[in-house]
């Protein structure tokens, strides 16, 4: 399909006239390697840069525990390094957060391109049966391209009012909140306004986003084995809930470098990639200097700028697609940290600074220190011995727990060398997960209290989470579980002090530790059972 520049431009609005591996390989080490639809490899300095920047920024990031879980760094198309934090593994999806976003505002460039809509189109005219009764001027006056930008004119994100309305209908709930701003001139994150983005996909298509992106966007891109998370009534979300690979990010973030070109192929628009990369609004900063602020450089369409020339689809906890088309690069990450702008700060502090305008001498000595490095990238193991005397006392034990709000009736511990089996009795039944003792276990689980359920909506018609597990004794009496939801961003301890006869299990997950807090759910109290 080829698209006219200004006549596209007219339709946007415009009247007459935008496991722990990280590698750096010889391309023709790769040449018989890649499977369909990956990306091309190369190594750094074939493609003008350093593997000393990947390397230092690997080592940042770890020495200030911002808690990476995958990195892919392309330069001039192709990838120059790559790894997964263990237990993550490239062939692991992840959940994108806000990250998603940025596919949204791309399912809009198609439908604009399709002629199904403009963006000065009016968000109520979509939806006549889900309107108020009274319509303020404010909401009247919504445009699609205030829901893009970020600009509905809400003085607060609505995405908890939708989710917690007690209504399935969550266009309707969207519609009846108080607009107390002029849209288009105040910016609020709004996650609720890309929801409204998906369910107008919806309305025009009579396709969900993820089924009108199929076609026009994954399939291209070769992007395969993709969920999103949905409303009651199934519509996906928009604003959350996709889960890619790291490469399908890379994708993406390659296809907008290119101006909406892949494999040499037209997929969207030169001109929506502009628009929708381009600032529309200041958008709300910290108490840093804008200078030092990535979040102080202006919001696209569902896209943020950075410094230095760049712009990134960003989602939380650290999940980020960086487009840097200075430095013809995409960097393509994924973690669970506290500290966003931390990961960035290392980005343009390493990574940046290596990247030349030709090839780059080869440093055997760099390369050498770089692959001792890559070859041990792993998130940490539960500290503590894998093995206690008390081990072989509670081998087989089960105990009863007192009442209390997670339902949970019973656990029970299997011991043996290299791993420890955790029971679960709760009202829905026996939950297990496989601990390594030393190592992780991969697995699924279906226990319910992990620690997604006040986090995500599960992905409709999947019972199980991938789980990876390990577990070690932290002192002589207490046992320690750390389970990982490597398909999520997020992880959950659980602690088991034994004293004689009685246990007590303490459940944390990693919100509630990386904001240093205190995890809402009881501790529980159990007796062994004779």
């Not at 006239?17 to 750094?44: E, T």
């Not at 369910?199 to 993820?210: F, R």
């Not at 609004?281 to 602020?293: F, V």
């Not at 088991?496 to 240093?516: D, H, P, T, W, Y």
Request: charged content about 25%; overall charge neutral.
């Amino acid at each position: 399909m080829s698209y006219n520049r200004r006549e596209f431009l007219q339709k946007l609005g415009f009247g007459a006239l935008q496991l722990g591996v990280i590698s750096a390989i010889p391309a023709s080490a790769w040449a018989s390697s890649l499977s369909y639809g990956q990306l091309p490899r190369s190594s750094p300095e074939a493609q003008g840069m350093s593997a000393k920047g990947i390397l230092d920024f690997a080592n940042a990031v770890e020495t200030d525990r911002l808690n990476l879980h995958s990195l892919m760094v392309l330069r001039q198309g192709k990838v120059v390094a790559e790894g997964w934090w263990a237990p993550y593994a490239p062939d692991l999806k992840h959940t994108l957060y806000s990250l998603s976003k940025s596919f949204t505002s791309s399912a809009i460039g198609f439908a604009v391109a399709e002629g199904k809509l403009k963006v000065d189109d009016k968000v109520v005219s979509f939806f006549p049966e889900d309107k108020p009764a009274t319509i303020s001027a404010n909401l009247a006056a919504m445009r699609v391209r205030d829901l893009l930008s970020m600009s509905t004119g809400h003085d607060k994100d609505t995405t908890g009012k939708l989710r917690e309305s007690g209504s399935d209908n969550w266009v309707k709930s969207f519609l009846a909140q108080p607009v107390e701003h002029e849209p288009g001139t105040f910016f609020v994150y709004n996650s609720g306004a890309t929801y409204m983005l998906s369910a107008i996909i919806q309305k025009l298509t009579g396709q969900t986003l993820l089924e009108y992106l199929k076609p026009r966007l994954f399939q291209p891109l070769v992007i395969e084995d993709v969920d999103w998370e949905v409303d009651p009534k199934g519509i996906n979300t928009g604003g959350w809930g996709l889960r890619v690979k790291t490469e399908d990010i890379a994708k993406f973030g390659q296809l907008y470098l290119q101006k909406g070109e892949y494999n040499g192929k037209r997929i969207l628009p030169a001109a929506w990639v502009e628009e929708a990369t381009r600032s529309h609004i200041m958008s709300k900063g910290s108490n840093r200097k804008p200078e030092d602020d990535d979040w102080q450089q202006g919001y696209g369409y569902q896209f943020w700028r950075c410094r230095n020339g760049a712009y990134r689809g960003d989602g939380a906890f650290g999940q980020y697609c960086i487009v840097m088309p200075k430095e013809d690069m995409v960097i393509a990450i994924t973690s669970e940290t506290g500290d966003m702008q931390g990961i960035l700060n290392h980005v343009w502090n390493h990574i940046l600074p290596t990247v030349k305008a030709t090839g780059v001498p080869a440093d055997k000595g760099v390369q050498a220190e770089m692959q001792k490095k890559i070859g041990s990238l792993a998130l940490p193991l539960t500290p503590g011995k894998p093995a206690s005397e008390l081990a072989a006392k509670m081998n087989g034990k089960s105990f009863k727990l007192a009442d209390n709000d997670l339902k949970i009736n019973k656990v029970s511990f299997e011991f043996d060398k290299g791993w420890c089996l955790f029971r679960v009795t709760d009202d829905k039944g026996e939950h297990l997960v496989a601990n390594g003792l030393g190592n992780w276990k991969i697995g699924l689980t279906d226990l319910s209290t992990m620690p997604l359920k006040l986090v995500l909506t599960p992905v409709p018609g999947e019972k199980k989470t991938k789980i990876a597990a390990n577990g070690a004794w932290i002192d002589d009496t207490t046992f320690e579980m750390t389970w990982r939801f490597i398909e999520t961003a997020h992880y959950e301890t659980v602690r088991c002090k034994f004293e004689g006869e009685n246990v007590q299990v303490e459940f944390k997950r990693s919100l509630a530790i990386i904001g240093n807090t205190k995890d809402p759910r009881p501790v529980l109290n159990g007796k062994a059972i004779a």
